[in-house]
């Protein structure tokens, strides 16, 4: 009987070797000693082991939480923290003097912060792995963030907008003039949409310049030109953008807005000069995104007249499509959804085990399940976007000029056949590209 149960364990497959380069020493020679040191370290197979299950998992974070009583292991995966093994104290004490050694940061101090980065190789792929670690009330917490040093490309319809979106958000990219807001909820999928709504935008036939801080640089996307403002010595991009327009550039890029002259100059230039803006703001939804640029109290009738669309997102984990589960949806829930009866033969929902009882072959003995290998067991294996792009018309324009507020924007938005978020996911779930549980876990962020 130990036999048999012996081979029904989901074998353990071996995880590929993880390679660490050693960064933040001020040469190249006390990195690779640094290297040398983390390697004599007995917890080293246990640091490398701890990079391997994450990146293995497709995890862009990984959280160690030191207690007396041993460390907690967590992973975020596409955006969703997981429980990994718990380390006992002694093992989670040498692995982090590994992750410290090879970051050049000081080993025995386990209370300031102490931020830094290595580099990690993985199953064919780079990436740089920042470290930061902190004194905590419990013990200390540390996080480790992967970025892959060659992103993967994505177009924006890959991240899951429909064509007739998309080509209503390029029909507006294209305009001459008119005002832009992008926006997603924060720690959303801002930085993604934003870099990929101006990959949309023809930057060799126009002119595009941006006014950004010089310590909050964005991602350089091509043809782009940045000029730099200095926050934290006072400025915005008001100080930079005259200057900027002396050349008549023909769109004007503002990540952030911060203070009323900037909004002022950029409707001056769409208004009365025929320029495209664009601007990114943390919102949930596009009528909050609309709210919050009126918030920096710009002159809000020329506002009104220059904003054109608000483009939203929302991340939403796509059902693992090897092990999605159908079910025929009741009359009732498919109203509660608005979905029509007869539209829809079975939804979709993340795997679910059948229940303990069940999992007894006829002689009695467990039986054990193997696990999905695509997404882990979590059911889910990455992740698309919510999109919700909202044309202002000038029904929308005398709302924000007389009653801005949130329901009267939505309200006015809705009777012009608007679609919001919601709808949106429900298309998705629908569609059986993602569940009703994650659309609920979603909407309630
Ligand atoms: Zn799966």
């Not at 660490?20 to 190249?28: C, E, H, R, S, Y």
């Not at 995890?59 to 292991?73: F, I, K, P, Q, S």
């Not at 919050?292 to 991340?315: D, I, M």
């Not at 882990?376 to 792009?389: D, V």
Request: with cysteine.
């Amino acid at each position: 009987m130990a036999k048999k149960q012996q081979e029904e364990q989901p074998v353990e497959v071996p995880l590929p070797p993880v390679t660490l380069i050693p960064m933040g020493a001020p040469d190249k020679q006390q990195d690779q000693s640094n290297l040398l040191a983390a390697k004599q370290s007995p917890a080293f197979p246990i640091a490398n082991g701890l990079l391997a299950h994450c990146l293995n998992r497709r995890g862009e974070r990984l959280m160690l939480d030191y207690a007396a009583e041993g460390v907690a292991v967590r992973f975020e995966i596409d955006g969703v923290w997981m429980n990994g093994d718990p380390l006992d104290r002694q093992s989670g004490d040498a692995a982090l003097a590994v992750f410290k050694k090879v970051t050049n940061l000081n080993v025995q101090d386990r209370r300031s912060r102490q931020d830094g980065k290595f580099g990690v190789e993985f199953a064919g792929g780079k990436y740089v792995a920042s470290f930061t670690s902190q004194g905590v009330k419990t013990g200390e917490r540390v996080v480790i963030t992967f970025k892959p040093k060659k992103p993967k490309f994505l177009r924006i319809e890959e991240l899951g907008m429909r064509d007739k979106m998309r080509a209503k958000l390029k029909e507006q990219i294209d305009a001459d003039a008119g005002f832009i807001i992008v926006s997603a909820p924060v720690g959303g999928g801002l930085t993604t949409t934003w870099n990929l709504t101006l990959e949309t935008a023809d930057r060799l036939m126009r002119d595009f310049v941006s006014a950004e801080d010089k310590d909050n640089k964005e991602d350089e996307v091509i043809n782009v030109g940045p000029k730099y403002y200095d926050r934290a010595a006072g400025q915005s991009p008001a100080d930079v953008l005259p200057q900027m327009i002396l050349k008549e550039p023909d769109v004007l890029v503002v990540p952030e807005l911060t203070n009323a002259e900037t909004v002022q100059i950029l409707c001056e230039q769409v208004n009365k000069y025929n320029k495209l803006a664009f601007t990114k703001v943390n919102a949930k939804e596009a009528a909050e995104a609309l709210l919050k640029v009126f918030a920096y109290k710009g002159p809000a009738a020329e506002l009104a007249k220059s904003v054109t669309a608000v483009l939203n997102v929302r991340l939403i984990r796509r059902l693992c499509d090897q092990c999605k589960q159908s079910f025929q949806p009741p009359p009732q829930l498919l109203q509660k959804l608005g979905i029509p009866a007869g539209r829809v033969q079975v939804l979709f929902q993340e795997y679910k085990p059948p229940p303990p009882e069940e999992l007894i072959d006829e002689k009695g003995n467990p039986i054990v399940l193997p696990i999905c290998q695509k997404c882990n067991g979590i059911g889910y294996a990455g992740r698309i976007g919510l999109f919700e792009l909202l044309i202002i018309d000038d029904q929308i324009r005398a709302a924000l000029t007389n009653s801005p507020n949130l329901e009267t924007i939505k309200r006015v938005a809705k009777a012009a056949g608007h679609r919001s978020i919601q709808e949106e996911g429900i298309l998705q779930v629908a569609q059986g590209v993602t569940s009703i549980n994650e659309l609920q876990r979603v909407l309630k962020q």
